[in-house]
Protein backbone atom coordinates (compact mmCIF):
# COMPACT_ATOMS: atom_id res chain seq x y z
CA UNK A 1 0.00 0.00 0.00
CA UNK A 2 1.04 2.98 -1.02
CA UNK A 3 1.72 6.34 0.99
CA UNK A 4 -0.78 8.33 -0.36
CA UNK A 5 -3.40 5.14 -0.18
CA UNK A 6 -2.51 5.20 3.90
CA UNK A 7 -2.99 8.76 4.20
CA UNK A 8 -6.24 8.79 2.59
CA UNK A 9 -7.82 5.59 4.77
CA UNK A 10 -6.28 7.46 8.23
CA UNK A 11 -8.62 10.49 6.82
CA UNK A 12 -11.34 8.54 6.04
CA UNK A 13 -11.21 6.44 9.42
CA UNK A 14 -10.70 9.63 11.35
CA UNK A 15 -13.87 11.46 9.82
CA UNK A 16 -16.19 8.42 10.99
CA UNK A 17 -14.48 8.09 14.50
CA UNK A 18 -15.44 11.68 14.62
CA UNK A 19 -18.80 11.21 13.13
CA UNK A 20 -19.19 8.62 15.95
CA UNK A 21 -17.88 10.52 18.62
CA UNK A 22 -20.16 13.59 17.64
CA UNK A 23 -23.57 11.77 17.53
CA UNK A 24 -22.59 9.87 20.50
CA UNK A 25 -21.95 13.43 22.22
CA UNK A 26 -25.01 14.59 20.97
CA UNK A 27 -27.25 11.18 22.48
CA UNK A 28 -25.21 11.19 26.10
CA UNK A 29 -26.04 15.44 26.55
CA UNK A 30 -30.44 14.47 25.72
CA UNK A 31 -29.84 11.67 28.27
CA UNK A 32 -27.47 13.88 30.88
CA UNK A 33 -30.26 16.68 30.65
CA UNK A 34 -33.42 14.25 30.77
CA UNK A 35 -31.97 12.60 34.06
CA UNK A 36 -32.07 16.09 35.75
CA UNK A 37 -35.47 16.53 35.18
CA UNK A 38 -38.94 14.50 36.20
CA UNK A 39 -39.90 12.86 32.77
CA UNK A 40 -43.64 12.57 31.99
CA UNK A 41 -45.90 10.29 30.00
CA UNK A 42 -47.66 10.51 27.15
CA UNK A 43 -50.59 7.87 26.31
CA UNK A 44 -51.99 7.57 22.42
CA UNK A 45 -54.94 6.08 21.68
CA UNK A 46 -56.18 5.29 18.26
CA UNK A 47 -59.39 5.23 16.22
CA UNK A 48 -60.97 4.41 12.58
CA UNK A 49 -61.60 7.22 10.62
CA UNK A 50 -64.43 7.20 7.88
CA UNK A 51 -63.86 8.33 4.21
CA UNK A 52 -60.06 8.07 4.20
CA UNK A 53 -59.46 4.52 6.11
CA UNK A 54 -58.95 1.56 5.71
CA UNK A 55 -60.17 0.55 1.55
CA UNK A 56 -58.86 -2.62 -0.24
CA UNK A 57 -56.80 -1.94 -3.03
CA UNK A 58 -56.25 1.82 -1.95
CA UNK A 59 -52.90 2.76 -0.05
CA UNK A 60 -53.07 6.38 2.14
CA UNK A 61 -50.08 7.12 3.96
CA UNK A 62 -47.87 9.97 5.36
CA UNK A 63 -50.43 12.54 6.70
CA UNK A 64 -49.54 15.91 6.64
CA UNK A 65 -49.90 18.13 9.68
CA UNK A 66 -53.78 19.99 10.13
CA UNK A 67 -55.01 23.02 9.57
CA UNK A 68 -59.07 24.65 10.42
CA UNK A 69 -59.82 26.73 7.35
CA UNK A 70 -63.80 28.43 8.27
CA UNK A 71 -64.48 25.72 10.52
CA UNK A 72 -63.25 23.06 8.66
CA UNK A 73 -60.34 20.67 9.07
CA UNK A 74 -57.76 20.03 6.20
CA UNK A 75 -55.48 17.04 5.53
CA UNK A 76 -53.15 16.03 2.68
CA UNK A 77 -51.60 12.62 2.14
CA UNK A 78 -49.89 10.06 -0.02
CA UNK A 79 -51.80 7.94 -1.77
CA UNK A 80 -51.23 5.32 -4.45
CA UNK A 81 -51.22 1.37 -4.63
CA UNK A 82 -48.17 0.10 -3.23
CA UNK A 83 -47.43 0.17 0.37
CA UNK A 84 -44.28 2.04 0.62
CA UNK A 85 -46.13 5.41 -1.50
CA UNK A 86 -43.27 5.76 -4.18
CA UNK A 87 -46.32 5.57 -6.53
CA UNK A 88 -47.94 8.57 -5.16
CA UNK A 89 -49.87 11.52 -6.27
CA UNK A 90 -50.85 14.28 -3.16
CA UNK A 91 -54.52 14.12 -2.42
CA UNK A 92 -57.16 15.95 0.46
CA UNK A 93 -59.52 15.47 2.61
CA UNK A 94 -62.00 17.40 4.62
CA UNK A 95 -63.88 17.07 7.79
CA UNK A 96 -65.82 19.08 10.34
CA UNK A 97 -65.75 17.04 13.36
CA UNK A 98 -61.74 15.35 12.83
CA UNK A 99 -63.39 11.55 12.62
CA UNK A 100 -65.69 11.58 9.46
CA UNK A 101 -63.63 12.85 6.29
CA UNK A 102 -64.51 13.15 2.78
CA UNK A 103 -61.55 13.05 0.13
CA UNK A 104 -61.80 15.77 -2.08
CA UNK A 105 -59.66 14.32 -4.99
CA UNK A 106 -56.09 15.02 -5.80
CA UNK A 107 -54.17 18.01 -5.17
CA UNK A 108 -50.76 17.63 -6.61
CA UNK A 109 -50.09 15.00 -9.92
CA UNK A 110 -46.80 13.93 -10.10
CA UNK A 111 -44.05 15.98 -12.35
CA UNK A 112 -42.96 15.58 -15.79
CA UNK A 113 -41.05 12.49 -16.90
CA UNK A 114 -37.42 12.71 -16.39
CA UNK A 115 -37.85 15.45 -13.81
CA UNK A 116 -37.01 15.47 -9.74
CA UNK A 117 -40.54 14.78 -8.82
CA UNK A 118 -41.33 12.63 -12.38
CA UNK A 119 -41.89 9.09 -10.09
CA UNK A 120 -44.00 10.10 -7.14
CA UNK A 121 -44.64 12.89 -4.96
CA UNK A 122 -45.16 12.09 -1.49
CA UNK A 123 -45.16 13.05 2.70
CA UNK A 124 -46.76 16.53 2.03
CA UNK A 125 -47.22 19.27 4.56
CA UNK A 126 -48.78 22.47 4.98
CA UNK A 127 -47.93 26.15 5.88
CA UNK A 128 -50.53 29.17 5.78
CA UNK A 129 -48.92 32.44 5.74
CA UNK A 130 -49.41 35.88 3.68
CA UNK A 131 -53.13 34.57 3.25
CA UNK A 132 -52.03 31.63 0.87
CA UNK A 133 -51.77 27.97 1.89
CA UNK A 134 -47.99 26.71 0.60
CA UNK A 135 -48.00 22.69 0.26
CA UNK A 136 -44.49 21.48 1.15
CA UNK A 137 -43.65 18.08 -0.57
CA UNK A 138 -41.56 14.91 -1.18
CA UNK A 139 -40.59 14.16 -5.28
CA UNK A 140 -38.23 11.60 -6.55
CA UNK A 141 -37.35 10.62 -10.32
CA UNK A 142 -37.01 6.79 -9.62
CA UNK A 143 -39.54 4.59 -10.01
CA UNK A 144 -39.93 2.04 -7.67
CA UNK A 145 -38.78 -1.67 -7.98
CA UNK A 146 -35.96 -3.94 -7.30
CA UNK A 147 -32.62 -2.48 -5.58
CA UNK A 148 -34.68 0.95 -5.30
CA UNK A 149 -33.08 3.93 -3.65
CA UNK A 150 -34.73 7.32 -3.76
CA UNK A 151 -33.34 10.33 -4.32
CA UNK A 152 -35.87 12.60 -2.97
CA UNK A 153 -35.84 16.62 -2.45
CA UNK A 154 -38.62 18.65 -1.35
CA UNK A 155 -40.62 21.22 -3.27
CA UNK A 156 -43.40 24.00 -2.50
CA UNK A 157 -46.61 24.58 -4.67
CA UNK A 158 -49.06 27.67 -3.51
CA UNK A 159 -52.59 28.20 -3.85
CA UNK A 160 -55.08 30.99 -2.85
CA UNK A 161 -57.32 28.60 -1.20
CA UNK A 162 -57.08 25.09 0.72
CA UNK A 163 -58.81 23.45 -1.86
CA UNK A 164 -56.44 24.56 -4.88
CA UNK A 165 -55.62 24.68 -7.42
CA UNK A 166 -51.98 24.71 -6.43
CA UNK A 167 -49.38 25.82 -8.67
CA UNK A 168 -45.95 25.01 -8.00
CA UNK A 169 -42.87 27.25 -7.44
CA UNK A 170 -40.44 27.80 -10.09
CA UNK A 171 -37.50 27.66 -7.62
CA UNK A 172 -38.28 24.19 -6.76
CA UNK A 173 -36.86 21.93 -5.11
CA UNK A 174 -36.80 23.77 -2.30
CA UNK A 175 -34.56 22.00 -0.50
CA UNK A 176 -32.26 19.75 -1.46
CA UNK A 177 -29.81 16.69 -0.21
CA UNK A 178 -26.50 18.51 0.64
CA UNK A 179 -23.65 18.05 -2.21
CA UNK A 180 -21.18 17.44 1.11
CA UNK A 181 -20.61 13.00 1.65
CA UNK A 182 -20.26 13.60 5.08
CA UNK A 183 -22.84 15.99 6.03
CA UNK A 184 -26.31 13.82 7.14
CA UNK A 185 -28.80 14.85 4.83
CA UNK A 186 -26.05 13.97 1.98
CA UNK A 187 -27.83 11.23 0.35
CA UNK A 188 -31.86 12.21 0.71
CA UNK A 189 -33.93 14.35 2.89
CA UNK A 190 -37.49 14.14 3.00
CA UNK A 191 -40.63 15.04 5.56
CA UNK A 192 -41.00 18.94 5.88
CA UNK A 193 -42.62 20.00 8.97
CA UNK A 194 -43.40 23.79 9.32
CA UNK A 195 -43.54 26.36 12.46
CA UNK A 196 -43.14 29.96 12.53
CA UNK A 197 -40.87 31.80 14.98
CA UNK A 198 -39.65 35.12 15.37
CA UNK A 199 -41.00 36.23 11.82
CA UNK A 200 -39.52 33.73 10.43
CA UNK A 201 -40.30 30.31 8.60
CA UNK A 202 -38.55 27.25 10.29
CA UNK A 203 -38.85 23.84 8.29
CA UNK A 204 -37.75 20.89 10.03
CA UNK A 205 -36.81 18.24 8.13
CA UNK A 206 -35.43 14.42 8.17
CA UNK A 207 -32.01 13.71 6.33
CA UNK A 208 -29.87 10.55 5.74
CA UNK A 209 -26.51 10.26 4.98
CA UNK A 210 -24.85 8.70 1.91
CA UNK A 211 -23.78 5.30 2.82
CA UNK A 212 -26.41 5.28 5.99
CA UNK A 213 -29.60 3.05 6.70
CA UNK A 214 -32.87 4.11 6.72
CA UNK A 215 -32.37 3.56 10.77
CA UNK A 216 -29.79 6.14 11.07
CA UNK A 217 -32.22 9.23 9.75
CA UNK A 218 -31.44 12.43 11.71
CA UNK A 219 -32.89 15.71 12.01
CA UNK A 220 -32.25 18.97 10.40
CA UNK A 221 -33.78 22.57 10.52
CA UNK A 222 -34.05 25.14 7.82
CA UNK A 223 -34.58 28.97 7.39
CA UNK A 224 -36.03 31.23 5.20
CA UNK A 225 -37.36 35.17 5.49
CA UNK A 226 -40.30 34.29 3.12
CA UNK A 227 -42.72 31.37 2.72
CA UNK A 228 -41.06 30.77 -0.73
CA UNK A 229 -37.89 30.11 0.24
CA UNK A 230 -34.54 30.66 0.30
CA UNK A 231 -34.29 28.28 3.14
CA UNK A 232 -30.64 27.97 4.60
CA UNK A 233 -29.76 24.91 6.24
CA UNK A 234 -28.90 25.54 9.89
CA UNK A 235 -25.08 25.37 10.32
CA UNK A 236 -25.02 23.18 12.82
CA UNK A 237 -27.33 20.16 11.47
CA UNK A 238 -28.30 18.06 12.52
CA UNK A 239 -30.54 19.18 15.56
CA UNK A 240 -31.63 15.62 16.83
CA UNK A 241 -29.56 12.61 16.54
CA UNK A 242 -32.38 10.35 15.24
CA UNK A 243 -36.04 10.42 13.90
CA UNK A 244 -37.41 9.28 11.06
CA UNK A 245 -40.80 10.88 10.79
CA UNK A 246 -40.89 14.57 11.33
CA UNK A 247 -43.70 16.33 14.15
CA UNK A 248 -42.92 19.42 15.43
CA UNK A 249 -45.44 22.05 17.30
CA UNK A 250 -44.83 25.31 19.19
CA UNK A 251 -45.23 24.96 22.80
CA UNK A 252 -45.01 28.09 25.48
CA UNK A 253 -42.24 29.73 23.56
CA UNK A 254 -40.29 27.06 22.56
CA UNK A 255 -40.46 23.84 19.86
CA UNK A 256 -41.35 20.42 21.12
CA UNK A 257 -40.91 17.05 18.65
CA UNK A 258 -42.31 14.06 18.14
CA UNK A 259 -39.63 10.99 18.66
CA UNK A 260 -40.79 7.87 16.92
CA UNK A 261 -39.12 4.33 16.86
CA UNK A 262 -35.94 5.58 14.67
CA UNK A 263 -32.67 6.77 16.43
CA UNK A 264 -30.80 6.04 19.40
CA UNK A 265 -32.57 4.68 22.83
CA UNK A 266 -32.58 7.19 24.49
CA UNK A 267 -34.79 9.27 22.67
CA UNK A 268 -36.62 6.84 20.69
CA UNK A 269 -40.67 6.84 21.83
CA UNK A 270 -40.41 10.84 23.43
CA UNK A 271 -41.23 14.17 23.40
CA UNK A 272 -38.28 16.35 23.15
CA UNK A 273 -38.40 19.88 23.97
CA UNK A 274 -36.58 23.00 23.05
CA UNK A 275 -36.37 26.99 24.17
CA UNK A 276 -34.09 27.83 21.01
CA UNK A 277 -35.87 25.10 18.20
CA UNK A 278 -32.15 23.76 18.03
CA UNK A 279 -31.26 22.03 21.13
CA UNK A 280 -33.43 19.21 22.54
CA UNK A 281 -33.69 17.69 25.81
CA UNK A 282 -36.67 15.21 26.72
CA UNK A 283 -39.43 16.11 28.69
CA UNK A 284 -42.15 12.52 27.96
CA UNK A 285 -41.99 9.03 27.02
CA UNK A 286 -44.81 7.79 24.98
CA UNK A 287 -46.67 4.78 25.03
CA UNK A 288 -47.81 3.35 21.57
CA UNK A 289 -45.86 5.64 19.67
CA UNK A 290 -48.12 6.54 16.34
CA UNK A 291 -46.18 6.20 12.54
CA UNK A 292 -45.45 9.47 10.39
CA UNK A 293 -47.89 11.28 12.40
CA UNK A 294 -49.21 14.64 11.14
CA UNK A 295 -51.46 16.77 13.97
CA UNK A 296 -53.28 19.62 14.22
CA UNK A 297 -51.29 22.07 15.86
CA UNK A 298 -53.69 25.72 15.84
CA UNK A 299 -50.45 27.89 17.23
CA UNK A 300 -47.98 26.50 14.75
CA UNK A 301 -48.42 29.70 12.55
CA UNK A 302 -49.38 32.29 14.72
CA UNK A 303 -46.16 33.19 16.95
CA UNK A 304 -48.67 33.80 19.83
CA UNK A 305 -45.98 31.95 22.22
CA UNK A 306 -48.91 30.09 23.89
CA UNK A 307 -48.32 26.63 22.58
CA UNK A 308 -49.29 23.65 24.04
CA UNK A 309 -49.63 19.86 23.84
CA UNK A 310 -51.01 18.49 20.78
CA UNK A 311 -54.20 16.85 21.47
CA UNK A 312 -54.92 14.83 18.34
CA UNK A 313 -53.67 14.15 15.23
CA UNK A 314 -53.25 11.70 11.97
CA UNK A 315 -51.56 8.80 11.33
CA UNK A 316 -50.61 5.62 9.50
CA UNK A 317 -52.85 2.95 10.24
CA UNK A 318 -52.21 -0.94 9.33
CA UNK A 319 -54.87 -4.09 9.63
CA UNK A 320 -54.01 -7.14 8.12
CA UNK A 321 -55.39 -7.49 4.73
CA UNK A 322 -55.11 -3.51 3.45
CA UNK A 323 -52.68 -1.27 2.17
CA UNK A 324 -51.38 1.44 4.48
CA UNK A 325 -54.25 4.07 5.75
CA UNK A 326 -55.31 7.40 7.38
CA UNK A 327 -56.11 6.61 11.11
CA UNK A 328 -56.92 9.30 14.07
CA UNK A 329 -54.70 9.51 17.37
CA UNK A 330 -55.72 11.25 20.38
CA UNK A 331 -52.84 12.11 23.25
CA UNK A 332 -53.17 12.28 27.22
CA UNK A 333 -50.54 13.84 28.90
CA UNK A 334 -49.29 12.96 32.34
CA UNK A 335 -47.18 14.35 34.45
CA UNK A 336 -46.94 17.60 31.82
CA UNK A 337 -43.50 19.95 32.35
CA UNK A 338 -45.52 22.32 29.84
CA UNK A 339 -46.25 24.81 32.37
CA UNK A 340 -42.97 24.14 34.85
CA UNK A 341 -41.34 27.62 35.10
CA UNK A 342 -37.60 26.49 35.09
CA UNK A 343 -38.24 24.80 31.76
Known amino acids: MDSLTKKLNFMKRTSIE ?56 YVWYSKGKISPGYDATIWCATSSDGHKWTEKGMALAKGEAGTWEGASVFTPNILVAED ?44 RNSDNADDFDSHLIDDACLLVRDGRYWFYYKGRQLGKSPAQTQMGVAIADKPEGPYVKYENNPVIPGNH ?49 GAYRPEAFTQSGKGKHIEWGVHIGKQKGFLPFVERFDVKVEESLSDSPDR
Open 245 to 293: EVMVWPQDSGVAAMIGTTGPKPITRSILYSDDGFHFSKTHNIIAVPTAA
Open 132 to 175: RYWLFYTGTSRTFGKGFNPDSKIGIAVSDSPDGPWERLATNPAL
Open 18 to 73: LSFAAALFAVTSLAAVAEDRPIGTVTISYSDLSGIGAEEGVMRRDPSDIVKVDGIY
